[in-house]
């Protein structure tokens, strides 16, 4: 049974260009969340896709941008790179569940192993 | 809003002894579930274990314990019998029942296994 599955492991851009990450759930799941992870800190919510829709979003700006696919697999875009963008993308899936479930670990997010992307 | 805070940012323990990391949370959501993770170098984060927020009994994974003091608002992981292979980040995170979707994480605590 794979696991959450993400790719490229590293990338390296410069400021100003655009990044295409890539993530394909656990089987079963159908939900696709992203987050990043800045050196030394936790990681922070960017947004979730569930039925190819942008579920939820965090603060982040427009230039971060999601697509997820009828296979369930998803893609984060960023546009116009900032050095503050380096940082790890962490990818994780889940049930899609319904509104009002308690936080409950049916709603469990199995992560992946992260893009590491450097803005120079 | 949520919070987690973690205050450890580094913890040293001698193997085979117990160790606790401490988190604490901060949420007005009526019933919420909190998780602890671990995120080894490789960067991937691990699932340990997870506590309701209505569950009755501290939860326990192997040797994982969480003591959850709900009127504290804390929720520390302890974990017994410390290997050299429990080196890592640990995060403690939390999700609501409002935002079910989105998990709120810690600024993480590292942990080094001393032989």
């Known amino acids: 049974d794979a696991g959450v599955t993400q790719s490229p492991t590293h990338l390296i851009k410069t400021r100003g260009q655009q990044v295409t990450l890539r993530c394909s759930p656990k089987?079963?799941?159908?939900?696709v969340s992203w987050y990043q992870q800045a050196l030394g800190q936790g990681p922070q919510f960017i947004f979730q896709y569930y039925e190819e829709e942008e579920r939820q979003r965090g603060n982040f700006p427009d230039r971060f941008s999601g697509h997820q696919f009828p296979n369930y697999s998803s893609e984060l875009n960023v546009n116009a790179l900032l050095l503050g963008d380096s940082a790890l993308y962490l990818c994780a899936s889940s049930h899609g569940g319904l509104p009002g479930t308690s936080g409950g670990r049916y709603n469990e997010q199995f992560f992946g192993p992260g893009t590491r992307l450097t803005v120079l | 809003a949520q919070k987690i805070t973690q205050t450890q940012p580094g913890m040293f323990v001698q193997e085979k002894e117990a160790v606790t990391l401490d988190c604490t949370y901060d949420?007005?959501?009526?019933?919420?579930?909190l998780f602890w993770y671990k995120q080894p170098s490789s960067g991937e984060m691990i699932f340990l274990i997870y506590?309701?927020?209505?569950?009755?009994q501290n939860a326990t994974e192997g040797r994982y314990s969480l003591n959850f003091q709900k009127a504290r608002k804390s929720a520390n992981l302890v974990i017994s019998a410390s290997q050299l292979g429990d080196s890592a980040m640990y995060f403690c995170a939390m999700r609501g029942s409002y935002n079910f979707n989105k998990f709120y994480f810690g600024s993480g605590t590292k942990l080094n296994v001393k032989p």
């Open positions: 089987s079963g799941h159908d939900t």
């Open positions: 949420t007005s959501d009526p019933s919420y579930g």
């Open positions: 506590q309701g927020s209505y569950d009755q």
